[in-house]
């Protein structure tokens, strides 16, 4: 049922829906139209009114190519709306989706358009702050490019930062999707142009491999190895492009590169890729150990898969929304959990075998090694005892002397 938007718009058709509210096709004075009505909650929230009424010049200023232009910010009675240019087409999740992995030179040429996209949004002040497939929308009427990818363009810019207001987050909070956290802000760090450099990089490493570098599992054990481990290597494509990505996921912000950086060096690497197939690339074969030892056992006979690394749902069994939208907020992990040990995941290099310590079957040895130790303990005391008994008697000279036995003939 179609129904009005202000006075100048009309919903006509639902496109998605996500958990910061619904995508509308409609139609205003200039033709149609992408409406996102947040939900009734947040339109209800005075504060999250007035930073969206403060955001309105930054938003509506913010024009490029490869970014979906917000046209107009609409705030009526119970509605808060951003009111986009539609574009035809799909988001990069759902052909990833499709495809499982693309193919480098389509891959890396979708990426240099979001980091153009990016360069211009960092140049006016703006940070996306959640950069991801489920944001990119590649534009099926546009003209094709390298490696037959269509133009992509980044969206929602501009909600995170709206939902993302002191009195809902704290500083107990982020804000984000758990595969494309830059590092900086899951230990609470401010979000500068950086983070979405982090995650645009781990966009592409997901394009190329079909699974996100630190992703899978329980999202806390992904935030900290975005802290703590270091990126695997995908074989199969040029060293320099490699080092891009080493370059772009470095855990220290200022260790990346720019946005417009980025863009210009993706696109020299094209003539390279051209007809390079979607890399041959093993993907990992489900939780780690120590996650697994820590993680819920799926019921007998339940059916389920094995949970594979990849983007995760942010509750456990949770069917995603129809348009992808996880953004949410998250508590920061203490120090402690990050370091990992008996009160974290974090997977600390250790020799092929040897439990992490804190685990299950880390206890479970220790249990064993007290046991040996006792058993042992019992029996060198019982030996010495023994030992002890037997010299005493030998030495004893109130005791007769038997005669000696011997086998020889008289």
Request: charged content about 25%.
């Amino acid at each position: 049922m179609a129904r009005k938007i202000g006075s100048r718009y009309t919903a006509n058709q639902i496109l998605g829906r996500g958990s910061a509210g619904t995508v509308w096709l409609g139609e205003g004075p200039e033709g149609p139209v992408a409406i996102k009505l947040l939900r009734e909650d947040l339109a209800s929230d005075q504060e999250l009114v007035s930073r969206f009424v403060q955001e309105r010049t930054a938003l509506l200023g913010l024009e490029h190519p490869h970014i979906v232009t917000v046209r107009d910010l609409v705030v009526d009675g119970n509605d808060l709306a951003l009111v986009m240019d539609l574009v035809r087409g799909t988001d990069l999740r759902t052909r990833l989706e499709r495809e499982r992995r693309l193919a480098p030179e389509a891959a890396v040429a979708i990426v240099a358009d979001i980091a153009d996209g990016l360069a211009a949004a960092h140049a006016s002040g703006v940070v996306h702050r959640d950069v991801k497939p489920e944001n990119v929308l590649l534009d099926m009427q546009g003209p094709l490019g390298p490696g037959g990818a269509h133009p992509a363009l980044l969206t929602d810019f501009g909600v995170a930062k709206l939902i993302d207001s002191p009195k809902r987050t704290r500083a107990t909070k982020i804000i984000g999707t758990p595969d494309y956290l830059a590092p900086e802000i899951v230990e609470g760090l401010p979000p500068r142009a950086s983070v979405d450099i982090y995650a645009l990089a781990t966009v592409l490493y997901e394009l190329l491999a079909g699974f996100t570098p630190f992703g899978g599992g329980h999202p806390g054990a992904v935030l900290r190895r975005h802290v703590t481990e270091t990126v695997v290597p995908l074989p199969g494509i040029p060293d320099e492009l490699w080092q891009l990505i080493v370059q772009c996921l470095a855990k220290a912000p200022a260790s990346r590169l720019r946005a417009s950086e980025l863009a210009s060096r993706l696109r020299e690497q094209l003539p390279m890729l051209a007809g390079m197939p979607p890399l041959d690339v093993d993907e990992p074969d489900g939780l780690s150990e120590e996650e697994a030892e820590e993680a819920p056992a799926a019921p007998a006979g339940s059916g389920e898969p094995v949970r594979r690394r990849g983007a995760v749902s942010l509750v456990p069994g949770a069917k995603p929304d129809s348009n992808r939208d996880t953004h949410t907020s998250m508590r920061v992990p203490g120090a402690d959990e990050l370091a990992g040990g008996a009160h974290g995941t974090a997977r600390a290099p250790r020799a092929p075998g040897v439990p992490r310590p804190g685990s299950a079957r880390h206890r479970a040895a220790l249990r064993r090694r007290r046991i040996t130790l006792g058993v042992a303990g019992v029996t060198v005391a019982a030996v010495v005892g023994v030992g002890a008994w037997l010299a005493s008697g030998s030495g004893d000279d109130d005791q007769p002397t038997r005669p000696a036995h011997s086998t020889s003939a008289p």
